[in-house]
């Protein structure tokens, strides 16, 4: 039995549809997966941001051409945040990490609107199905640096240049001032707040009215290196912010806190992959390799290197916590026991200065 022309042009037709389906599944499939980023700053801060893309440049190198990665740089916290989130979503990116605190709401409201797509929201507490938070427990780094602070400060006086009065920031200040009166229980703590997370105008003038004032150790919870060059050229120690900050003041650079994203990021975007995201609530610090410490100044003398370096290993093994008890507020109420320490979800919430701080939190 033979085919007519018709039957046969239908045939092919249909044959021709399926292949061009069939071709357009697996174009689909090689796809690469596309992955944003928000950024608070520029990421030529050598600070916060430019670690969060450090962690992005790392995702791309683990997976190659299986990703696609985009990133917005210095966003405006607020509605800005917003347009830009939903902006992403709309661009197909499935998962979004947003990195700064004042992302929060605008994620959380995005992420309703989009349920298909994973959020993921650094330094935040709202949670859904679709969207997870991750910190790093910065305050383990501070509490080190707290420590070489007062070891190193002829002044007893180190200055820290604040950016918000979040709990990530006063819980650093008090782990530092802990940190610092492990070693002298009189050391002195002055705090600028310059209400930014970036803007190096501001934090060169703190880091300046702090050195006039006594200062002689800057510890920062802002992202540029200008303090950091300023204490260079002032010839006093400070701290790196979230990364290494040599570069800007290799006679200054005591030591830095890095923040170390890749690893949490890498695994994040495989969940994905592979299916098998789900939201959590991610909080590494120096065990997990999170938070590193960085070089510790070589005229740091050898006996307080093996100090700094005494307390990473027992943060490290879990047998010391910067946040022991007894430890009491500026009032000197007892808020850890003695040998107790203290929650996550107190150390999340954390809205008091510890004894010793001096000054309040702004409202």
């Known amino acids: 039995m033979s085919l007519s022309r018709r039957t046969f042009g239908a045939?092919?037709?249909?044959?021709?549809?399926?292949?061009?389906?069939?071709?357009?599944t697996a174009a689909n499939a090689a796809d690469p997966l596309k992955v944003?980023?928000?950024?608070?700053?520029?990421?030529?801060?050598?600070?916060?941001?430019y670690?969060?893309?450090q962690g992005r440049l790392a995702v791309e190198k683990a997976f190659g051409d299986k990703v696609k990665t985009t990133y917005v740089e210095s966003v405006p916290e607020g509605a800005d945040a917003e347009r830009v989130i939903r902006r992403l979503a709309q661009q197909g990116n499935k998962i979004i990490f947003t990195t700064s605190f004042g992302y929060m709401n605008p994620t959380a409201k995005v992420a309703k609107a989009f349920p298909k797509t994973y959020f993921e929201h650094a330094t935040g507490y709202k949670r859904s199905k679709n969207l997870a938070t991750y910190l790093s427990r910065t305050y383990?780094?501070?509490?080190?640096?707290?420590?070489?602070?007062?070891?190193m400060s002829k002044t007893q006086t180190v200055g820290?240049?604040?950016?918000?009065?979040?709990?990530?920031?006063?819980?650093?200040?008090?782990?530092?001032?802990?940190?610092?009166?492990?070693v002298r229980p009189d050391m002195k703590m002055k705090i600028i707040w310059v209400n930014s997370w970036f803007d190096p105008g501001k934090e060169a003038a703190a880091a300046k009215v702090m050195i006039d004032q006594g200062v002689d150790v800057?510890?920062?919870?802002?992202?540029?290196?200008?303090?950091?060059?300023?204490?260079?050229e002032r010839k006093i120690w400070a701290v790196g912010q979230a990364s290494d900050m040599r570069a800007f003041g290799p006679d200054a650079h005591l030591t830095a806190v890095i923040d170390d994203w890749a690893p949490y990021y890498i695994s994040r975007v495989k969940m994905v992959m592979d299916g098998t995201w789900?939201?959590?609530?991610?909080?590494?610090?120096?065990?997990?390799?999170?938070i590193v410490i960085g070089p510790i100044h070589a005229n740091v003398p050898a006996d307080i290197r093996m100090g700094a370096e005494k307390i990473i290993a027992g943060i490290k093994d879990g047998s010391f916590h910067p946040f022991t008890g007894p430890i009491a507020d500026q009032s000197g109420k007892v808020k850890v026991a003695a040998g107790t320490k203290m929650s996550d979800g107190d150390?999340?919430?954390?809205?008091?200065?510890?004894?010793?701080v001096e000054g309040s939190i702004p409202k």
């Open 11 to 24: 045939l092919a037709a249909a044959g021709l549809g399926l292949g061009l389906a069939l071709g357009a």
């Open 36 to 49: 944003a980023f928000v950024y608070v700053g520029p990421i030529g801060d050598h600070g916060w941001s």
């Open 51 to 53: 670690q969060h893309d």
């Open 140 to 151: 383990e780094g501070r509490y080190v640096s707290g420590y070489l602070a007062a070891k």
């Open 160 to 182: 820290y240049i604040a950016s918000f009065p979040i709990p990530e920031v006063i819980r650093d200040i008090n782990s530092v001032t802990l940190g610092m009166q492990s």
């Open 218 to 232: 800057i510890i920062q919870h802002t992202d540029s290196p200008a303090a950091m060059q300023v204490a260079q």
């Open 278 to 290: 789900k939201s959590s609530d991610h909080w590494g610090g120096i065990p997990e390799g999170d």
């Open 347 to 356: 150390l999340a919430g954390m809205n008091w200065y510890v004894k010793g």
